[in-house]
């Protein structure tokens, strides 16, 4: 079955570590985008990807980094610089970027990640 | 203003009730929007999407209003499984899409 697969699903951090977390989908979709989301908020966009090789800064970038080698994959790793980062990480995907019914977005199932 | 605003609720209802959901944007000239439900610590995933003419799938109905710049989700005769977060999806004229904070419904027996 096609689909978006994140790892891990739970992640426990001391303050001060990078740590990165996985992203993976075989639907060949172009696009990849990473969305935080904190209680009681909508998805914030972090990064975005839309072709191998090429990614973009969302709305709140500072403290994460990510990389696009292969089409399925788009890592996103959350640095010590970020400040408050215990959140819900989700990772998601569609056929393309522009607007349009074709930018429905598949979501994998999210990483949870807390800073002791 | 934020550029995209939901009452978060929580809306409770009765099974089989009508309900109404709300969602005010701005600075959008997309021709179609999307309501996306959430389950408590899971991901958000497509309810349906939203165009000029409006979108009707069985129980749901989705309405977009541009004059006035909302789009609504109307379900009927409501399901206890319905109980989710409701998202409404916005995308900005640059192609990103602009997520709502959400509006919890609980359908209660």
Known sequence: DGGITQSPKYLFRKEGQNVTLSCEQNLNHDAMYWYRQDPGQGLR???YSQIVNDFQKGDIAEGYSVSREKKES???????????????????????????????????AGSRLTVL | RKEVEQDPGPFNVPEGATVAFNCTYSNSASQSFFWYRQDCRKEPKLLMSVYSSGNEDGRFTAQLNRASQYISLLIRDSKLSDSATYLCVVPRNTGKLIFGQGTTLQVKP
């Open chain 1, 45 to 47: 966009l972090i990064y």
């Open chain 1, 74 to 108: 788009f890592p996103l790793t959350v640095t010590s610089a970020q400040k408050n980062p215990t959140a819900f990480y989700l990772c998601a995907s569609s056929m393309n970027h522009g607007l349009g019914g074709a930018n429905v977005l598949t979501f994998g």
